[in-house]
């Protein structure tokens, strides 16, 4: 079994023949190179994406995801119109150059989410050389189901303490690169992850380390309410013995609501406030307890992910990431211009 950054090779050698993203002149190029692929190797690949990120963000770019979409489009091609195939090689093109910049300027590398990927990533370093991916993942599979549950909590320790270290990281790689006036370059990155977000992720690995931050500190387990939340929660309840599948309630719930008279907005808007003000007396008391114990720090963290994740969590247009990306590459040409010149 080859290792993880000789996998990568081997699922980007298509793009390595004929270009990076987006540059397959036609359908057929792209079926030709791709028709071979075997697609759960495919699949598993991508499990271990985030341990590439260190190794070779191009390689990584040059891999996963788009290896995944291409080997759909060779077997289905009749599944994908000319608009929403170029839709998709737009948005690879620009995760593969996001992930380059991530790569470049030192972005902290993505940890293992979970127990079972941390163990398989393990037992591949030290056991899955030069054996086939399908005999592999065998073992790996009825390893991990004869793993004791103290090797597992091991495990999940082990994740835990790489997922702390990594939020720890982010936040320290983002305080240097403004300390370096690198804001462009810190502002794609974001705007990327918020575009192209994906499961193995940074916001959702950074939600992950935040819920254990949580649970270990007994954070009150509260939510903000919106109006429009609580309207369409009643209107559910109140139609739940309704034949009505669940999807037509809440579009009917939707239209009830832009149809609803401004006073009854307004008084929703002042039973949610009623409702977050509860949510916020209960979080500030709980800060007054951590900063008696002296865990102001743990406070300040716990905010600055979750500052995190809502800003990743905000959906971006994908043209604004691409608009980003080539003032970036514009600037860095008129500043390579501009070196040449002075040498001159």
Not at 211 to 231: A, G
Request: proline share 3%; charged share 30%; with cysteine.
């Amino acid at each position: 079994m080859a290792t993880t950054p000789s996998l990568a090779k081997l699922f980007g050698f298509a793009i390595g023949k004929y270009g990076t993203y987006g540059c397959f002149g036609n359908r057929s190029a792209m079926l030709n190179a791709l028709k071979g692929f075997d697609f759960e190797h495919v699949r598993l690949f991508t499990s271990f994406a985030p341990c590439v990120v260190s190794v070779s963000g191009k390689n990584f770019g040059k891999s996963c995801a788009y290896a995944l979409f291409a080997k759909e489009f060779a077997d289905s091609p009749e599944n994908f119109s000319e608009e929403e195939a170029e839709e998709q090689r737009r948005r690879i093109d620009a995760k593969r150059k996001v992930t380059i910049l991530m790569n470049r300027y030192g972005y902290p590398p993505l940890p293992s989410p979970n127990a079972y990927q941390m163990y398989t990533k393990e037992c591949f370093e030290k056991t899955g050389k030069g054996q086939s991916v399908a005999s592999v993942m065998g073992q790996f599979a009825k390893g991990w189901k004869t793993l004791s549950i103290g090797d597992r909590q091991k495990l999940e320790e082990k994740v835990a303490h790489e997922l702390d270290e990594f939020s720890q990281a982010v936040q320290d790689w983002e305080t240097k690169m403004k300390e370096q006036k690198l804001s462009a370059i810190l502002k794609a990155i974001n705007l990327g992850l918020r575009t192209i977000d994906s499961k193995q992720g940074p916001r959702r690995l950074l939600q992950k380390q935040l819920d254990i931050l949580k649970k270990q500190y007994n954070y009150p387990d509260v939510k903000l309410v919106k109006p429009y939340s609580i309207f369409v929660h009643e209107k559910l309840k109140k139609s739940s013995g309704s034949q009505m599948k669940q999807t037509e309630r809440l579009k009917q719930a939707s239209q009830d609501w832009n149809a609803l008279a401004p006073s009854q907005k307004v008084l929703l808007t002042e039973r949610a406030e009623s409702m977050n003000q509860s949510v916020k007396d209960k979080v500030s008391s709980w800060k007054e307890s951590m900063e008696k114990k002296g865990l102001t720090d743990i406070v300040e963290r716990i905010e600055w992910i979750e500052a995190k994740v809502r800003n990743l969590s905000r959906r971006s247009k994908l043209t604004n990431v691409e608009q980003l990306l080539e003032t970036i590459t514009t600037l860095k040409s008129k500043t390579a211009s501009n070196t040449v010149k002075k040498k001159r």
